[in-house]
């Protein structure tokens, strides 16, 4: 019965990285010791470090725009799940529909969705809402940031470590 | 100045979807007038959604992992926008290895970084020190909890208007 989602398909994915040069408003950063940009008048100077390349966005606004196609992923997931349980004719259409539809552009699957048939478009409200109410109440905000934040530094003493495993030779000296 | 991030090379990306079916921890789904799920012994009934197909990770490690990645795209982003600056020769070095190593897996780049040189090593060891101070300090967590939610609303608002504005013939006979 937890099956269902596995058949959803995914060949590409909505990028989290810009494709072209541009300008945000600047940060400046205090972490190294560079040469402040005090040549440069546009910049605010705040204690945080500049990110270049996002454009008029920013780059929370680049993971949001992830994290949106994300959460209608989830919203699908769900109610193809819910559908298997108890609806197996509207389980049935959706994995059809599925099937030939990417999910990849969630906004534009649920436009094409909604204009596939009456029932079809019944589905996709049930999709916009629910995925509206994963975001707003069921996603552990919380948890992803505590989450992310032990992900980079688990990531970072491993990185470290392995290097430092690598490169002594002390207690290993063939390798 | 502000161009450098451009360089730098994303053909795939880090999946946010699983491709393998299996379970988790089930949720019970309330929004809907569904039969629950009491057949299931293992089920821990909470007021939300069930969301399938994360195994035995969970929809928050699975987008915690990509903003991991993000992470690293934008502490390489942000270490090379401050080389560029006062420090043109490792500048250099850096888009040099960027150009021929994939930012995809963030990890495998810091490490390939790594084992460079002596001077790659510093600059891989500054990339990790950067992307735990983004994570942790400069990435406005609120503010992405806040866009994601915006996103979604204005995207089903979006979604709705467009097709009640694309099937009425009130206003729009011809249409």
Known sequence: MESSAAL????QLPSFFPQKPNNRISKAHPSWP?????SLPTRIHCQKMYVPGFGEASPE??????????????AVSIV??????YNTEAYEELMEFLSRNSLNDGDKFCADLMRESS???ALALRILEVRSAYCKNDFEWDNLKRLACKMVDESNTRLMRDYVLETSHVDNEGK
Request: net charge positive.
């Open 8 to 11: 959803v398909p995914f060949s």
């Open 34 to 38: 560079s040469k402040p940009r005090t």
């Open 61 to 74: 606004a680049k993971a949001a725009n992830n994290l949106h196609s994300f959460f209608t992923y989830v």
């Open 80 to 85: 193809t799940a819910q559908l298997e349980s």
């Open 119 to 121: 029932r079809h478009q």
